[in-house]
Nanobody, 129 residues
Framework: QVQLVESGGGLVQAGGSLRLSCAAS????????SGWFRQAPGNEREFVAA????????VYADSVQGRFTISRDNAKNTAYLQMNSLKPEDAATYYC??????????????????????WGQGTQVTVTP
């Protein structure tokens, strides 16, 4: 079973950047799509970005397209979320997640929160105006 630990959150001014990391333990990380979700107080947890097992496919929420970049290094069992041009509305707890794909699923990773069955504890991102 994969375990996920996020890091890299913090306080940043609007317009600044942060890079989140998601370190995975366990043998199945490199065959599991990875995703980032976020949840602000009082809001539902929402999809941010996801990447396929080999990194060939990436998908993004419209709100972060062009500002955030998801990547992964399977040799290091780590996924990343580079966040640029941060806005106050990006402030949230960011969660890394993964799921076991279907055997013949070689397409883009899933955006649906319900598809992800392994979650990290989250890392807080605060963006000041």
């Amino acid at each position: 079973q994969v375990q996920l630990v996020e890091s890299g959150g913090g306080l940043v001014q609007a317009g600044g950047s942060l890079r989140l990391s998601c370190a995975a333990s366990g043998p199945t990380f490199r065959i599991s799509p990875s995703g980032w979700f976020r949840q602000a107080p009082g809001n539902e947890r929402e999809f941010v970005a996801a990447i396929s097992t080999g990194g060939g496919y990436t998908v993004y929420a419209d709100s972060v397209q062009g500002r955030f970049t998801i990547s992964r290094d399977n040799a290091k069992n780590t996924a990343y979320l580079q966040m640029n041009s941060l806005k106050p509305e990006d402030a949230a707890t960011y969660y890394c997640a993964s799921y076991t794909p279907d055997p013949f699923d070689g397409g883009p990773p899933d955006r649906r929160k319900s598809r992800y069955n392994i979650w990290g504890q989250g890392t807080q991102v605060t963006v000041t105006p």
